[in-house]
Antibody
């Protein structure tokens, strides 16, 4: 079964750092586009970052320079390192994969992990 | 940045009725538009990709149409499980994708 499971969320003070993980099963993270998408409380979806199979990475302007996406192929796990966190980074963070439709859409999603940035 | 505007913000219908959801782009996105469904407390689910192609396992009552700047998601006959929030998403300048603000489909 294809599955993504996020972890690492929690309460963090402004300016702090947090690393989220997304463990994949049923497929390899290195063979697909892997993304992070977030959703602030009561709000819509916001794309955060993507890593290509070849290793290229891209970021939304709102997180560029503060967030770093990476993966560990040996652990089949995707990460996002979040530094200099702000209140506006408070959200549910989902990892997602383009499994079957190339660029067409993200068809595998994790259940999400909640990040709360507050003093 | 391409802005996607979804309308209406909220749509109130009864089971068995036809639902028509709109997504308008601030500039052409060709046919590079997807639709997602999200239920409370759940992750989004891909319904439609490239404007009109149903993802695997999506019932035939869901259909997508449009190109350029105007797109429509149609649910031909609403089932109780279809009441949710629906988002459109463009990928014309992949990987810098953007989502619409969502349409809430609620039971009348």
């Amino acid at each position: 079964e294809v599955q993504l499971v996020e972890s690492g969320g929690g309460l963090i003070q402004p300016g702090g750092s947090l690393r989220l993980s997304c463990a994949a099963s049923g497929f390899t993270v290195s063979s697909n586009y892997m993304s992070w998408v977030r959703q602030a409380p009561g709000k819509g979806l916001e794309w955060v970052s993507v890593i290509y199979a070849g290793g290229n990475t891209y970021y939304a302007d709102s997180v560029k320079g503060r967030f770093t996406i990476s993966r560990d192929n040996s652990k089949n796990t995707l990460y996002v390192q979040m530094n200099s966190l702000r209140a506006e980074d408070t959200a549910v963070y989902y990892c997602a994969s383009n499994q079957n439709y190339d660029y067409g859409g993200m068809d595998v999603w994790g259940q999400g992990t909640t990040v709360t940035v507050s003093s | 940045e391409i802005v996607l505007t979804q309308s209406p913000a909220t749509l109130s219908l009864s089971p068995g009725e036809r639902a028509t959801l709109s997504c308008r782009a601030s500039q052409s996105v060709s046919s590079y538009l997807a639709w997602y469904q999200q239920k409370p407390g759940q992750a989004p689910r891909l319904l439609i990709y490239d404007a009109s192609n149903r993802a695997t396992g999506i019932p035939a009552r869901f259909s997508g149409s449009g190109s350029g700047t105007d797109f429509t998601l149609t649910i031909s006959s609403l089932e109780p499980e279809d009441f949710a929030v629906y988002y459109c998403q463009q990928r014309i300048n992949w990987p810098l994708i953007t989502f619409g603000q969502g349409t809430r489909l609620e039971i009348k």
